[in-house]
């Protein structure tokens, strides 16, 4: 099971949201609870339109719930302005999607390094900073190619990068392997893996794929608006 | 700088756009440019004129009131033999003082022993006059005024067919005299010119201050006529001669600049910067519309983009600001383009010599557009921030939203 000495990276206390008004009102996610504990993977499984994307979106402060509390590394998050959110997002969260969306003819190292000169982290230092995590992800040859000249594969690896250059205290990964075959997945998934467990970061992975269920510390499984521990893998989890 | 790095990325994104949206930036500047280059070089010639061809000098010195109730009250505003004299050597004193001059200005009859017509008359030293006449190319029959011509006169074209004289021949002058007596005196028309205004030609003279004083009797003058040296300001050349001339007690004097005195001058001047504002500002508007156009596109192109680096933690007003560099950038490196084309192309017509001629001149002058770069390079500038400014708000469209509502944009 989980490891109780670590305190949670990120909470969510009684979080629902719903969509569209009136009779076409539809609540997606209901008085959901979750704890992300320090340097552990959480897998959110569900199927389509459950509601996963939402979660991870409310966690990420990429959109506001209707009701219930959001807590990251002890903070609780109420009516923050955007500035105030997305300086939080900058200094505490990596995000990895579906699609990498890097900018287009900017260098791999120069997309990595975004957050870091949003940050205001000096050249040469966000440089180094950059090159070592090219280096953990053994991709330091694709520093300077633009995204144009990337596979998918290596796009993916690049966002994976860019959303852990800063050592986040939490990630958040949406299917970041749909795109993907199965060797470039499993690749992705253990980049992860590895350097959430190296920088002690709480991730959170929502996902289809069946054979990124290796790689989890934890499944969770998400229907009908709740949550609910995936009773046949959790013990799998731990091993 | 991030973001201007975004800004080059972005504009190299969509060349085409880009490149149309310069075009009507660099259009539109070249258009202000040459039109502020022509203007600058007719205000700057009109000058001449006026300071040497209407012989006002820079700046003209007279009794306080002399152009209001002097118009009425001739006499009692003009300078008597000492006050001239004295006034003249103040003035003298003056390190930037170039020259100072006695000048009349004179009416009455002018007659060929049959007709007679009003005339109109400026009297000065011929050497003065000599000094100023000889900046312009001679256009008239015979020869302009020199030092020790005594009893000559330069006719206006117009008032010599109206008299039916030629050079060589004689015009006799009526006046009254500063004790109010009638008086005459003959003046031999040594050439005829023209004026280059129409509403002087038939009636205007130039004539010798001694006959002037001859004929009004009289060691005095109207008004004195100052050309400053090369180079100094005029302003600051007023404000120091009239405090000069505070020691000169029981006299008080007025300076005037050429702009003040010559109403076409100042007519002319006028008239130039309302067209200028004017088209300065339906450039603004077509130039500023196609900004904000294109970065409206822009941003709604890249909404999903913004939604990512949002997402990466920038803040809204950063994004403001990626918006309004673009903006600023685009408009710099347009101007730059516009400025050196407009350089290009103001040489290109100042050599192929186009002359015109203008309303109310009777002569073809040549096109010619100064080159102003102060000017240019603040039109440029003024046009990039601007620029800048109106990029920021399309910017709104992605910034309004939430995050996840712009990385769903597609
Ligand atoms: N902006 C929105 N407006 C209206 N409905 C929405 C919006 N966003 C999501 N939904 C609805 O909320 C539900 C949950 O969507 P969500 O994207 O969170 O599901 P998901 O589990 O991530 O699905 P998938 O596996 O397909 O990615 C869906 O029924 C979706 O149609
Ligand atoms: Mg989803």
Not at chain 2, 87 to 92: D, G
Not at chain 2, 331 to 351: E, K, M, P
């Amino acid at each position: 099971m989980i490891d109780n000495s670590s305190h949670p990276r990120a909470r969510l206390k009684g979080i629902s949201k719903s969509y569209g008004e009136g009779s076409a009102c539809q609540e997606v996610l209901h008085a959901i609870d979750l704890d992300l504990p320090e340097g552990s993977l959480t897998l959110l499984e569900g199927p389509s339109g459950s509601g996963k994307s939402t979660v991870l979106n409310i966690l990420g402060l990429l959109d506001r719930p209707d009701q219930g509390e959001i807590e990251i590394d002890g903070r609780i998050i109420g009516q923050w302005a955007e500035r105030k959110l997305a300086n939080l997002r900058n200094e505490e969260i990596g995000f990895i999607f579906q699609s990498a969306d890097l900018i287009p003819r900017m260098t791999a190292l120069e997309n990595i390094r975004l957050p870091l000169d949003i940050r205001g982290v000096a050249r040469k230092e966000a440089n180094s900073q950059v090159r070592e995590i090219l280096d953990k992800l053994n991709m330091a040859e694709l520093a300077s190619q633009p995204p144009e000249k990337l596979s998918g594969g290596q796009r993916q690896r690049v966002a994976v990068a860019r959303a852990l250059v800063t050592r986040p205290k939490l990630l958040i990964a949406d299917e970041p392997t749909s795109s993907l075959d199965g060797d470039n997945a499993r690749q992705t998934a253990s980049a992860i893996q590895s350097l959430c467990h190296e920088l002690g970061t709480a991730v959170i992975l929502a996902t289809h794929d069946a054979r990124l269920r290796e790689f989890a510390d934890r499944i969770l499984h998400l229907e009908d608006g709740k949550l609910t521990p995936d009773t046949v893998t959790d013990a799998a989890g731990t091993a | 700088m991030l973001s201007f790095r975004f800004s080059l990325i972005n504009l190299l994104r969509q060349k085409r756009r880009t490149l149309i949206t310069s075009m009507t930036l660099i259009v539109g500047l070249i258009a202000v440019n040459l039109f502020q280059g022509y203007q600058s070089d007719t205000v700057e010639s009109l000058a001449e004129t006026a300071a040497y061809g209407e012989m006002l000098g820079h700046l003209g010195v007279m009794k306080e009131g002399a152009d209001t109730k002097g118009k009425i009250d001739e006499i009692t505003y003009m300078f008597d033999g000492p006050e001239l004299a004295k006034t003249l050597a103040v003035i003298r004193q003056d390190p930037d003082v170039a020259l100072a001059a006695a000048r009349m200005n004179l009416s009455g009859l002018v007659s060929n022993g049959k007709n007679s017509i009003i005339f109109l008359a400026v009297a000065m030293d011929p050497a003065v006059l000599q000094d100023f006449q000889e900046k312009f190319d001679w256009r008239g029959e015979g020869q302009p005024l020199v030092a020790g011509d005594l009893t000559e006169g330069q006719v206006a074209k117009g008032l010599a067919e109206i008299m039916e004289v030629d050079t060589g021949e004689f015009l006799t002058l009526f006046s009254t005299t500063v004790k109010n007596q009638m008086n005459a005196v003959d003046v031999q028309v040594k050439a005829t010119y023209p004026t280059g205004s129409t509403a002087t030609n038939d009636k205007f003279m130039i004539i010798p201050l001694a006959l002037g004083q001859k004929l009004y009797r009289t060691e005095g003058a109207h008004q004195i006529s100052v050309v400053l040296k090369d180079g100094v300001k005029l302003s600051e050349a007023k404000a120091r001669l009239e405090a000069q001339l505070e020691q000169l007690d029981g006299m008080p004097l007025e300076v005037k600049t050429f702009r003040d005195m010559s109403a076409f001058f100042k007519g002319v001047e006028d008239i130039y910067n309302m067209i200028f504002g004017f088209l300065f500002l339906i450039v603004l508007v077509v130039v500023l519309m196609g900004v904000f156009n294109t970065m409206t596109m822009a941003a709604m192109e890249r909404v999903r983009e913004i939604g990512m680096l949002r997402a990466l933690g920038m803040t809204p007003n950063r994004i403001r600001r990626l918006f309004g560099m673009e903006g600023l950038v685009l408009g710099l490196v347009a101007g730059i383009l516009a400025t050196l084309g407009s350089a290009g192309i103001a040489h290109l017509i100042n050599i192929s010599n186009i002359t015109y001629t203008p309303p109310g001149i009777s002569g073809a002058v040549q096109l010619y557009i100064a080159m102003v770069p102060g000017k240019w390079i603040g039109n440029m500038i003024f046009l990039a921030l601007l620029a800048g400014v109106v990029s920021i708000f399309p910017a709104q469209v992605a910034i309004r939203c939430q995050v996840v509502d712009a990385l769903r944009h597609s």
